[in-house]
């Protein structure tokens, strides 16, 4: 069973997701630094965002790339539009740390079946590749991959510190697109304690005020000690959203003085039809395949409000099953 390197402290890679400065290729790039001795196979890294729902493109024109061997690019470029189905599948896989073998195996795939594949490897000299990712409702998110001289594999308590990592990435990569688009608001400025300083719209409410300078402790919590002493523990405390609603970021003001922002960051999901937003939040995360417990730290709510409004979808719908849930979803996306 494979362990996690211990250079990789998961809290440093939080607050990098949440980094506003800087454009897309900048903040990827940051990541892969702090992210790279995780999968780092020793043949170089590659770094790009994917969009499902638009035209498959050669990734070596939009990924961020760190000694790749560049002649093993357009080959892999060729294997990915060969497979466009297997890559959609890898993206949409509901563990957001993977070693390529191993997924294969546990999806019943089997790679040897793809002579595509098999060329690929062989000119590169790999056995394997390992990979970051998020794992987002939607069709978009981002993959850090790197080649393996050996078959890499992750252990499930690897697995799970991870995932809740990269929902922290989705989030940042999430309220970085909705900044561009739209300003992406902001509801509540509060103090590193959890005083709030200011509010407007829904961070008004005393419940939503008491959620926000709850949220604002366990941050800061994690970011202290916590993040050395126990960095699982840390990245367990630190949820994705805050009630589903709000992104927490950092702002600097004269005199160095730090505030916490609380943005506007809510997943924009259109069907499936008669649900609220949250609602089609919890039903499109749960048709990746995520746990109740990993739908409701990816939200920032309790494993039993998403058991609840996952019972009230499935009713709203007429599914009776999550799997049933899955086959709905996958329909009003290809039909869109």
Same mark, same amino acid.
């Given at each position: ?7 990789? *402290? ?27 001795? &995780? ?23 939009? %990924? ?16 990915? =539009? ?14 957001? !740390? #993977? ?5 294969? /195996? =546990? ?14 490897? +062989? ?15 939607? @069709? ?8 393996? #001289? ?10 799970? #510190? ?12 999430? !309220? ?14 509060? +103090?590193? *304690? ?17 959620? &926000? =300078?709850? %949220?604002?402790?366990?941050?800061? /919590?994690?970011?202290?000690?916590? =993040? +050395? ?35 506007? *960051? ?21 048709? #990746?395949? +995520?746990? *109740? /417990? ?12 998403? @058991?609840?409004? &996952?019972? $009230?979808?499935?009713?709203? &719908?007429?599914? /009776?099953?999550?799997?049933? !849930?899955?086959?709905?979803?996958? $329909? ?5």
């Amino acid at each position: 069973m494979a362990k996690r390197p211990r250079e990789v *402290n998961p809290i440093d890679v939080v607050e990098a997701a949440y980094d506003l400065d800087g454009d897309d290729a900048a903040w990827l790039r940051q990541l892969v630094t702090i992210v790279r001795p &995780l999968v780092d196979g020793g043949r170089g890294i590659m770094a790009y965002f994917y969009d499902h729902s638009a035209p498959l493109v050669d990734l070596h024109k939009t %990924a961020q790339i760190f000694d790749l061997d560049p002649k093993s690019i357009p080959d892999g470029d060729k294997w990915v =539009r060969s497979k466009p189905e297997f890559t959609r599948f890898v993206h949409t896989h509901n563990d957001g !740390l #993977l070693g390529m073998s191993e997924l294969c /195996k =546990r999806a019943g795939i089997d790679v040897n079946d793809w002579p595509e594949m098999k060329r690929f490897y +062989k000119h590169a000299g790999l056995k394997d590749y390992a990979a970051l990712q998020t794992v987002e409702p939607g @069709g978009k998110g981002v993959v850090i991959s790197a080649g393996q #001289l050996e078959q890499r594999s992750f252990g499930p308590r690897t697995r799970r #510190l991870w995932n809740r990592v990269t929902a922290h990435i989705a989030s940042g990569r999430r !309220l970085r697109a909705a900044i561009a688009e739209s300003g992406a608001s902001e509801e509540a400025i509060l +103090k590193p *304690n959890g005083t709030l300083e200011h509010a407007e719209g829904d961070g008004t409410s005393k419940t939503s005020r008491e959620a &926000l =300078r709850d %949220a604002v402790q366990r941050t800061e /919590k994690a970011r202290g000690k916590l =993040r +050395k002493q126990d960095p699982e523990g840390a990245t367990e405390v630190w949820t994705a959203l805050v009630s589903g609603r709000w992104s927490l970021v950092d702002r600097y003001e004269t005199g160095g003085r730090r505030y916490i922002v609380a943005r506007r *960051n809510e997943h924009t999901l259109r069907d499936p039809r008669a649900l609220t937003q949250r609602e089609r939040a919890i039903s499109h995360l749960a048709a #990746l395949g +995520k746990s *109740n /417990k990993l739908i409701g730290y990816e939200l920032g709510l309790s494993e039993s409000t998403v @058991g609840s409004h &996952l019972h $009230q979808v499935m009713r709203k &719908l007429g599914v /009776k099953t999550r799997v049933e !849930l899955m086959q709905l979803i996958a $329909q009003l996306g290809s039909s869109r």
